[in-house]
């Protein structure tokens, strides 16, 4: 909260600053970077264009500009800034760093590794450069070295939340259910991950009796909020009732599979009134924790016949197209997933290429 406060105050007294001089390169650079920490990346973009315009271009400057078109997902704009860093600094391992993780993103995995590679010999404990050069590993199938690079990173900075959470994910590959949920958790402390405000509810560990009401907050994807879905039924028969926030997009599928829960739609930015304490919740859990009460073990998964109804019509519709094609096997495949993000470049292929 200290942090916070402070990053308030000097964004308050580098827009003055800028207010009385316009052409204050120093304010620009720094309110730039202020702004694109806190997500206004067209302000920022203009701002530090502007830094640009005024003064010098250094490392920190060209850095900073790559940075924010990494986050508005303009990677070749991005790669672009972070090559040009590293002409003015060939040996600046947090460039690298970065780099490396923008070149991940656009799915040229062995170029990352490479530059990974170079920045750890450069600084074998460099913090981002350890955990970023961990997910390429991982992504290229090493799971065993991307382990050895978490654990350097985790015993030199231990509460490394982007370290964590992607621990997280290799024990869960391992089907170490138990301790990959548990560090799972750490996601909610990863830089960029959006938080809802509490509004005075108490965190739900997966205790019955006493609990009113218990609200389950949406968060990822689609594809993700499906899957969280499996574990509604086990938290409703825990307490007394459930509300649901998804995606506007899985409103219906959620209303038919989950009747006796309040479904709500998530809306980025609006207030939420249905999740105030006079509402009647009593507890909150993200959605992506629920695994982490029910399924920390392979004996924890039920036997069902699927967690989600079908809309009737739309099914029949479907079995009718499917049957008209003939033949006994069909195989339906999805040539895009993830967004920028996520990984879309390595997930997704033009539909042509099939």
Sequence with gaps: ????????????????????DPDDAVASFRLGVIYGGIGRLDDADSLLAGAARLGPVTVDLLNA?????????????????FREALVVD????????????C???VGSLVEAAEILQKALILSPAHADALVNA????SDLGDVDAAFDLLQRALEKFPDFPEAHALKAQLLLRRGD????WREYEWRLRCTGVPKHEDNGLQPWHGES????RLLVYAEQGLGDQIMFASCFADAMRRVQGCDIECDPQLMEL??????????HAKTDGAERAWARPQAGHASRIYAGSLPGLFRTGPDDFPQHNGYLTPDAAKRAVWAEQLRSLGGDFKVGIVWRGGTPRTRQAMRSMRLAQW
Aim: proline content about 5%.
């Design 209 to 212: 009796g006493p609990v009113k």
């Design 103 to 105: 070149l991940h993103d």
């Design 1 to 20: 909260m200290l942090f916070r406060s402070r990053m308030v105050d000097a964004q308050k007294d580098y827009e003055q600053l800028l207010a009385g």
């Design 134 to 137: 961990a997910l390429v590993r």
């Design 177 to 180: 259910y138990f301790n990959g």
């Design 65 to 81: 500009r790559a940075n924010v078109a990494w986050l508005k997902s303009n990677w070749p704009l991005a790669e672009k800034f």
């Design 254 to 263: 959620f209303d038919r599979s989950f009747p006796q829960a309040r479904i």
């Design 90 to 101: 060939p040996q600046n391992v947090t460039v690298m760093a970065n780099l490396g993780l």
